[in-house]
């Protein structure tokens, strides 16, 4: 299985496995979301190294800026609400899935990389949306918690329509 497969196998995994009777609880959702932000914010730094175009290097800083930023209010949010994010089967395998992607791509050069990270990201973005839509929101009971998530959606589907862009662009060249 591609590892992107992989890491959106475990998004959907949160709308339709062990969750799916009761959903996860806040400090589940909490670990989730900053592991998922960190799966990004390491593939990201990766393209800035290892990207072959202005393109891809500068979307990989994007995600490492962007998802940054969310894991920073996401820990806040967790500190002020006096939650411990709480490590589940969802947030380890997207943490084994992302460092399975990682070393994937680290062995690729050029536009195979290229190619390979956005192509990843158009998956993974889809992947994170899906699961904030049918499973993350519903479930969240804090109001603060929930508020986040909805503030960052837009954002994902930023992404996610920019790495489609850059899926054509990669695709071409």
């Given amino acids: 299985m591609r590892t992107s497969h992989f890491i959106a196998a475990c998004l959907a995994a949160v709308s339709l496995g062990a969750f799916a009777q ?8 909490a670990h989730i979301v900053v592991t998922a932000n960190q ?3 390491d593939a990201g730094k990766l393209a800035e190294k290892q990207g072959s175009t202005k393109a891809v290097k500068d ?8 998802h940054t930023a969310v894991n920073k209010q996401a820990t806040d949010l967790a500190r002020k609400l006096n939650v411990k994010p709480e490590a589940n089967d969802t947030s380890a395998s997207l943490k084994k ?6 070393a994937k791509l680290k062995k690729l050069k050029g536009k195979a990389f290229d190619k390979a ?3 990843n990201e158009v998956t993974y973005h889809q992947a994170v949306i899906d699961a904030v ?3 993350l ?13 909805e503030k960052v959606r837009p954002a994902l589907v930023q ?7 850059l899926q054509q662009e990669v695709g071409k060249s």
């Fill in 133 to 135: 839509d049918k499973t």
């Fill in 117 to 119: 990270y956005v192509d």
């Fill in 137 to 149: 929101l519903p479930s969240a009971k804090n109001a603060e918690l929930k508020a986040l998530i």
């Fill in 22 to 29: 009761q959903g996860p609880n806040d400090a589940q959702i």
């Fill in 97 to 102: 899935g992302g460092d399975d992607n990682v």
């Fill in 159 to 165: 992404h996610l329509e920019h790495a489609k862009h």
């Fill in 59 to 66: 979307f990989g800083k994007q995600m490492v800026t962007d």
């Fill in 39 to 41: 799966v990004d914010i």
